[in-house]
């Protein structure tokens, strides 16, 4: 087992920045990926980022990529995900997943991962 909670999010005017904490608990040594997605009202949870384990592994989403980046201290068991010149688009409640041992597939895929946080709501405003 292995759980996960977000914080660090809040409401933030168009152009800001915010830092996310993903922080792991449980069986953490086997978490070989961790994602954030986010979800919007009325819409689908969408991929945002991704980083292995070793970080030599990290992807993220073309709507997000030149503004966000993911780094990872292993000794806290923690991921972040820094958000700079956010935009009202970038609004819904941000969550991170865990995926266990070596697997082939896309880490952008939901079912790519085993566990996941209970979210933390992002707000931009314009």
């Known amino acids: 087992q292995v759980q996960l909670v977000e914080s660090g999010g809040g409401l933030v005017q168009a152009g800001g920045s915010l830092r996310l904490s993903c922080a792991a608990s449980?069986?953490?040594?086997?978490?070989?990926?961790t994602g954030w997605f986010r979800q919007a009202p009325g819409k689908e949870r969408e991929f945002v980022g991704a980083?292995?384990?070793?970080?030599?592994?990290?992807s993220f989403a073309s709507s997000v990529e030149d503004r966000f980046t993911i780094s990872r201290d292993n000794t806290k068991n923690t991921v972040y995900l820094q958000m700079n010149s956010l935009k009202p688009e970038d609004t819904g409640v941000y969550f991170c997943?865990?995926?266990?041992?070596?697997?082939?597939?896309?880490?952008?895929?939901?079912?790519?991962?085993?566990?996941w946080g209970q979210g933390t709501q992002v707000t931009v405003s314009s």
């Open positions: 997943a865990a995926a266990l041992g070596l697997r082939v597939g896309s880490t952008s895929r939901p079912g790519f991962y085993d566990y």
């Open positions: 980083m292995s384990r070793s970080g030599d592994s990290i």
């Open positions: 449980g069986r953490t040594l086997t978490v070989d990926h």
